[in-house]
């Protein structure tokens, strides 16, 4: 069971929007920056968002990323069937003293 | 351009060790927060540990499952970061990643990912 939470999985039409939540609590997301990732089948992990809602160079701005509280979320407009993958959010845990990723959404276009 | 390859991964019997490297390349690697992150097949992403920069102490911190088995190091004149692992289990079968942040993003947001390297534990 992760600490941080997210749904299985999503789906949308080419051209759609989606959103990827992820939910934590006052000693992970609630005090700490929020991070994505998105891994293509049979890849590494890539940084997507960072710091809740920057984006790495090269990241096109169809994804964005923001926090309230003790979740967050992932958006993901105008799909497109390359962003077919699963996608991650990463925060830290003080009571743990630990990096903490959500378990994980895959998504189907 | 910025870079770290793992390398060391094999099959080991259950109650083996095992020691996994990783070289970095293109970014100040003795600044970095370096960790090691695994998978298991299908599964998704889990955290081992971390060590911090010296000039941050150096200190490390694991993962529940595997404190007191795993130890990670560094040695920032070789720009290589280690992971010895011991009484190795089956569920610690994983591809290993080395990852860290390249300074650009954060000490906690992890920009720079290998390709892994694959443990097997089965007798």
């Known amino acids: 069971q992760s600490v941080l939470t997210q749904p299985p999985s999503v789906s949308g039409a080419p051209g759609q929007r989606v959103t990827i939540s992820c939910t934590g609590s006052?000693?992970?997301?609630?005090?700490?920056?929020v991070h994505w990732y998105q891994q293509l089948p049979g890849t590494a992990p890539k940084l997507l968002i960072y710091g809740n809602r920057n984006r790495p160079s090269g990241v096109p701005d169809r994804f964005s990323g923001s926090k309230s509280g003790t979740s967050a979320s992932l958006a993901i407009t105008g799909l497109q069937t390359e962003d077919e993958a699963d996608y991650y959010c990463q925060s830290y845990d003080s009571s743990l003293r630990a990096v903490v990723f959500g378990g994980g959404t895959k998504l189907t276009v | 351009e910025v870079q770290v390859v793992e390398s060391g991964g094999g099959l080991v019997k259950p109650g083996g060790s095992l020691r996994l490297s990783c070289t970095a390349s293109?970014?100040?690697?003795?600044?970095?927060?370096m960790s090691w992150v695994r998978q298991a097949p299908g599964k998704g992403l889990e955290w081992v540990g971390r060590?911090?920069?010296?000039?941050?102490?150096?200190?490390?911190d694991y993962a529940a499952p595997v404190k007191g088995r795993f130890t990670i190091s560094r040695d920032d004149s070789q720009n290589a970061l280690y992971l010895q692992m011991n009484s190795l289990k089956t569920e610690d079968a994983a591809v290993y990643y080395c990852?860290?942040?390249?300074?650009?993003?954060?000490?906690?947001?992890?920009?720079?990912w290998g390709r892994g390297t694959m443990v097997t534990v089965s007798s």
């Open positions: 990852i860290g942040p390249s300074g650009a993003t954060g000490l906690n947001a992890f920009d720079v």
């Open positions: 060590i911090k920069s010296k000039t941050d102490g150096g200190t490390t």
């Open positions: 006052s000693s992970n997301i609630g005090a700490y920056d």
């Open positions: 293109g970014f100040t690697f003795r600044n970095a927060w």
